[in-house]
């Protein structure tokens, strides 16, 4: 995109974008000096400056104006995209129905979803998916909309993605599925809202750690008591680990006591499970100076 350099105009015109000066406009508007969708050195128009910063009623005179609401930043970002962004709905509805495109994408292939989605703002979730947005679109790196709620902690938007067809269980490039970031992030209800809607619960990651590797490894006991209500795997995994080995080399308490509860059947104590590198989870948190878990492990082999 080959951008001019802006005129003092276009700077004014840009600053009452900016800041919501309606007046200031469309005074500027009515000179004939400045292109509605005049663009700075980064292709923001604005159009999309007002839409980044909530003024309404800026949006609805731009759009009346003739303003395109298809222009783009360099980045690919577009007043929707901010607008989703910031959590302003009636902004958002004003651009859809002025023709905005619904899932235009940014460089990194972020749409206005998955903004939206990352913030957590609910209701512009809602409007989108109600007005079509793709729930199952794919980030440069493979992420969903749903992969980036869960991230986030945003159950509701989970479920409303989740309501609207997205795949519980549409993982990253690097096989990291919605489950295993909440996981891994400590967010016990989308954790609990994941496995409800059918999230393979030992959905592997591609260095072979599942949810509950990453949970307990990370200390986030809420969720790894969570994933244990779905009899997650518990014997040694494709990273030469068991998610108790990971709990004790890094010191989590709680969730040893909670996976050595429940140690998998063909294992006739906690304590004799060893990894790849033929340590026990007592040996591994004894190598890592681990000694509150060492001195329960150490409890365990006299009950």
Not at 1 to 21: I, N, P, W, Y
Not at 47 to 59: F, K, P
Not at 111 to 133: D, K, M, N, W, Y
Not at 268 to 285: D, E, H, I, K
């Amino acid at each position: 995109m080959s951008l001019k350099k802006e005129s003092r105009t276009d700077v004014q015109f840009h600053l009452a974008a900016l800041r919501g000066d309606c007046e200031r406009l469309k005074q500027l508007l009515d000179t004939g000096k400045v292109h509605i969708d005049s663009r700075d050195r980064d292709g923001t128009t604005p159009l999309i400056l007002s839409a980044a910063m909530g003024h309404t009623e800026c949006v609805r005179e731009l759009l009346a104006q003739g303003a395109d609401p298809a222009c783009s930043r360099t980045t690919g970002t577009t007043a929707l995209f901010f607008a989703a962004q910031g959590g302003f709905l009636d902004i958002a509805c004003l651009l859809l129905d002025a023709g905005a495109a619904i899932d235009a994408p940014s460089t990194d292939g972020g749409t206005p979803l998955f903004v939206a989605c990352q913030c957590g703002h609910l209701s512009v979730v809602e409007e989108l998916i109600r007005r079509g947005a793709d729930v199952n679109s794919c980030m440069k790196d493979g992420a969903s909309p749903l992969f980036i709620a869960a991230q986030n902690g945003h159950e509701d938007a989970c479920l409303a993605l989740l309501a609207g067809g997205a795949r519980v269980d549409a993982t990253r490039s690097d096989r990291a599925s919605p489950l295993w970031i909440a996981a891994q992030c400590g967010h016990q209800r989308v954790a609990r809202a994941l496995l409800a809607h059918g999230a393979h619960v030992d959905r592997l990651r591609q260095d072979g750690a599942t949810p509950l590797f990453k949970a307990a490894h990370k200390g986030h006991a809420a969720v790894v008591a969570e994933l244990l209500r779905h009899d997650p795997e518990l014997g040694l995994l494709p990273n030469g680990q068991s998610a108790l080995h990971g709990a004790a080399m890094f010191g989590q308490l709680a969730c040893v006591r909670q996976l050595a509860r429940r140690a998998s059947r063909d294992v006739t104590a906690p304590t004799r499970l060893r990894n790849a590198s033929g340590l026990t989870p007592l040996q591994a948190a004894a190598a890592a100076g681990k000694r509150d878990v060492v001195a329960y492990l150490r409890s365990l082999e006299h009950t």
